[in-house]
């Protein structure tokens, strides 16, 4: 016989958690959020918050800054060192040298703003040539000389081959060393000279680079 | 007296000042590095534009007081010798 009249039944629809629907992989800028930097005068800068560059895209994240390290200020700091002593020791040695109080301090102060401009300049080549990786691409940025810059750019897709060369006493003391990065885009190498835990960079360049083919997978390319 | 007697007679007095070569010396030197002062602002605005960090403002004051020193550096020499 067929049914007539059939009593309502509850269904309770079972809904799916919400969490497991938008799982999102962590990428490697969530990742490295952790070991952040602060101090904005080391030579490696992990995930630097209050930076930016000059072509940088507005989603694009600097995951790490690279300048040479610290050690190689060496030599110009010694030079500035030399300088500040010089002016004592010429004046001791050649007492008649400038014997006019006016000239011997024009001559002084213009050989110690000598020595400053001396130092500024070579910390502003060091602080400025810097080397970036963001999430989408390697960075250099240089200053070769007065009012000329070079910046260049290959996407992270596009590297082919990364090699650290290191040696020597003071390198492998200091562990520092240069970072050489093959690509298929315009410029074919780019060296990060003398940056710090070179083997720390390539670590991180390696799971970008990962992060990159997957989200070509997932056709999340940017 | 005829002007050549005039200009004879004031080449054979003119004796070489060694405080006006030394100032002429100091303020020519000082002018270039004023130049170069002027450069250093520049070249600190072209890297703080290409690079912006935190403390882009501190080196931008750095700069100008280079220049600062060297103008001030330079008034010494030209008035108080």
Same mark, same amino acid.
């Given at each position: 016989?067929?049914?007539?009249?059939?009593?309502?039944?509850?269904?309770?629809?079972?809904k799916?958690?919400?969490? #497991?629907?938008?799982? &999102?992989?962590? @990428?490697?800028? /969530? !990742?490295? !959020?952790?070991?952040?930097? @602060?101090? +904005?005068?080391?030579?490696?800068?992990?995930?630097?918050? !209050?930076l @930016?560059?000059?072509?940088?895209?507005?989603?694009?994240?600097?995951?790490?800054?690279a300048?040479?390290?610290?050690?190689?200020?060496?030599?110009?700091?010694?030079?500035?060192?030399?300088?500040?002593?010089? +002016?004592?020791?010429?004046?001791?040695i050649?007492?008649?040298?400038?014997?006019?109080?006016? $000239?011997?301090?024009?001559?002084?102060l213009?050989?110690y703003?000598?020595?400053?401009?001396?130092?500024?300049?070579?910390?502003?080549?060091?602080?400025?040539n810097?080397?970036?990786?963001?999430?989408?691409?390697?960075?250099?940025?240089?200053?070769? #000389?007065i009012?000329?810059?070079?910046?260049? #750019?290959?996407?992270?897709?596009?590297?082919?081959?990364?090699?650290? !060369?290191?040696?020597?006493?003071?390198?492998?003391?200091?562990?520092?060393?240069?970072?050489?990065?093959?690509?298929?885009?315009?410029?074919?190498?780019?060296?990060?000279?003398?940056? +710090?835990?070179?083997?720390?960079?390539? &670590?991180?360049?390696n799971?970008?680079?990962?992060?990159?083919?997957?989200?070509?997978? /997932?056709?999340?390319?940017? | 007296?005829?002007?050549?007697?005039?200009?004879?007679?004031?080449? @054979?007095?003119?004796?070489?000042?060694?405080?006006?070569?030394?100032?002429?010396?100091?303020?020519?030197?000082?002018?270039? $590095?004023?130049?170069?002062?002027?450069?250093?602002?520049?070249q600190?605005?072209?890297? #703080?534009?290409?690079?912006?960090?935190?403390?882009?403002? +501190?080196i931008?004051?750095?700069?100008?007081?280079?220049?600062?020193?060297?103008?001030?550096?330079?008034?010494?020499?030209?008035?108080?010798?």
């Open positions: 016989m067929p049914d007539i009249y059939l009593a309502k039944t509850e269904i309770k629809e079972t799916e958690p919400a969490k #497991s629907r938008a799982v &999102k992989a962590e @990428t490697v800028a /969530d !990742k490295l !959020k952790a070991q952040r930097t @602060t101090n +904005p005068l080391a030579a490696l800068v992990i995930r630097p918050k !209050k @930016t560059f000059d072509t940088q895209e507005r989603k694009e994240k600097i995951i790490l800054l300048r040479r390290h610290l050690i190689t200020n060496l030599g110009w700091v010694l030079v500035v060192v030399a300088m500040i002593i010089l +002016p004592r020791v010429v004046f001791r050649f007492p008649e040298l400038l014997v006019s109080f006016r $000239y011997r301090s024009a001559a002084v213009i050989w703003l000598f020595a400053f401009s001396y130092a500024f300049e070579h910390f502003l080549r060091w602080f400025f810097v080397n970036i990786i963001t999430d989408e691409r390697v960075i250099d940025i240089d200053f070769p #000389s009012l000329y810059r070079d910046i260049s #750019s290959a996407k992270i897709d596009v590297v082919q081959d990364i090699s650290v !060369k290191m040696g020597g006493f003071v390198r492998s003391l200091f562990n520092y060393g240069d970072v050489h990065i093959q690509t298929a885009a315009e410029q074919r190498e780019f060296v990060f000279e003398a940056i +710090p835990k070179p083997e720390e960079v390539i &670590k991180i360049l799971e970008l680079i990962t992060e990159e083919e997957q989200e070509k997978i /997932d056709g999340r390319v940017r | 007296m005829t002007p050549f007697e005039r200009l004879i007679g004031y080449l @054979t007095t003119l004796s070489f000042s060694y405080h006006w070569f030394l100032k002429g010396l100091f303020l020519f030197g000082m002018l270039f $590095y004023l130049a170069f002062g002027v450069i250093v602002i520049r600190v605005g072209l890297m #703080s534009k290409t690079l912006n960090g935190a403390i882009n403002l +501190p931008k004051i750095i700069a100008w007081v280079h220049l600062g020193m060297i103008i001030l550096l330079m008034l010494v020499i030209l008035l108080a010798f």
